[in-house]
Nanobody, 115 residues
Framework: QVQLVESGGGLVQAGGSLRLSCTAS????????MGWYRQAPGEQRELVAR???????NYDDSVKGRFTISRDNAKNTVALQMNSLKPEDTAVYYC?????????WGQGTQVTVSS
């Protein structure tokens, strides 16, 4: 089993920055891909960014150039640096881990961007 705990959400004005962090514990050796997803009210959960154990990254087009995902395998953490935030970035952000055919989710952290 893997447990994921997010931190770093909050309220920020448009144009501001936030840094989300996710710490993994448990059978972390089984996780190959870590990612951040978000879900706005009334919307489906969507991929924001993901990173493999080797460091390859993918971003949704809406966040390219503004968000950066990083991973510290020694500390079992994955971070999402979010710059130039927009009101449409407002959502609950979830950390996700995938490996050995299993998917793990964190509890989510709220990000609210005011205009």
């Amino acid at each position: 089993q893997v447990q994921l705990v997010e931190s770093g959400g909050g309220l920020v004005q448009a144009g501001g920055s936030l840094r989300l962090s996710c710490t993994a514990s448990g059978s972390i050796f089984s996780i190959n891909v870590m990612g951040w997803y978000r879900q706005a009210p009334g919307e489906q959960r969507e991929l924001v960014a993901r990173i493999t154990s080797s460091g390859s990254t993918n971003y949704d087009d809406s966040v390219k150039g503004r968000f950066t995902i990083s991973r510290d395998n020694a500390k079992n953490t994955v971070a999402l640096q979010m710059n130039s935030l927009k009101p449409e970035d407002t959502a609950v952000y979830y950390c996700r881990g995938f490996g050995s055919g299993r998917i793990y989710w964190g509890q989510g952290t709220q990000v609210t961007v005011s205009s």
